[in-house]
């Protein structure tokens, strides 16, 4: 139960908060009310998996004891193509044998669109940051076409290692597909929600400290995720030869112990170097943030000629804009020359309207008090 409390509040914080498939779109919202709802719909999807993954499983494993649940690795090699198990076959089992034709070609089209869905999403997130944030600072005088051209290519190298790692994946953790995410996410983001946390919270924690814990974490997590794949855990019922800390440790509480050490790194680090000047904390920490609830002037470097053009408020480029916007304002209102400037203040506008302020904060009651239920009841 520590595992499944703390060890996972570490993960889902980090998903929920850092993760960049979420914070990109957090970050492309209207405003902070559609942040929030976004989020809440969200978690209110994410207790689908209950119905919609474990008890089909559940079903599965009951209607094709030989087939899902076989326990002879060469049958099971018969089976699904590995020797560990075939959990991962339970539910397109279920649709190819039960379904009809119809549904059958319809539910196998919403799986594979749900499956592209997500890998654009990873793909398109992970060829960001390396593009914005390791290649820019390479090749600092780069263009857009070169940015996006890194990009395209960063993209099909990851396509690449993804079909490579295939056969590692169901070779690790008993080839369950869930613990295996589970356990790769346990070893690689209890740092960043470490430092997230500290960042957010200490206004004592500099840069430095996250850089350096961070690392630190990275490489204690690497180390630990190498040795679960080179030491795979034994079928039930033979010894286990693998060391104390794979044999002993969970995963989850490995979680809560990389988290711990990072959070250790971070204050130790912080305290022998420099703190942070007031004006880089200004509106970034819990304790900084302005009580108007308005954003704060933070200055940041403009990489476009739009955006430069944007903010000395030259003619040409409000006239770029306003064409970029003809096609959608058939569709809506269309908003006079004096509407630019209010709406570049409302960019920097974290104002929420009361009503929707409390219809977010009801429902994140409500999500939270569900998921206490259910974690105590199955529990």
Known sequence: WTGMTFGLTILATWYWCTDQVIVQRSLAAMNL?????GAILASYLKMLPMIFIIMPGMISRALFPDAVACVDPE?????CGTKVGCSNIAFPKLVIELMPDGLRGLMIAVIMAALMSSLTSIFNSSSTLFTMDIW????KDANERELLLVGRVVTVILVAVSLIWIPILQSANSGQLFVYIQSVTSYLAPPVTAVFLLAVFWKRANECGAFWGLMVGLAIGLARMIMEFSYPPPRCGLYDPRPPILRKVHYLHFAIILCALTALVVVATSLLTDPPKESQKAGVTWWTLPRDR???DISL??????GQAWENGTEGTVGTIR???SWTDLCRSTKTEGDSGNQQRNLTDIHESPFWSRVCCINAIILVSVNIFLYAYFA
């Open 294 to 296: 308005r954003q704060p």
């Open 75 to 79: 049958e099971c090699l018969k089976v």
């Open 323 to 325: 064409q970029k916007r």
């Open 301 to 306: 470097p403009k990489t476009s000629p739009e």
């Open 136 to 139: 820019r600072k390479i090749r």
């Open 33 to 37: 009310s559609h942040v929030k709802g």
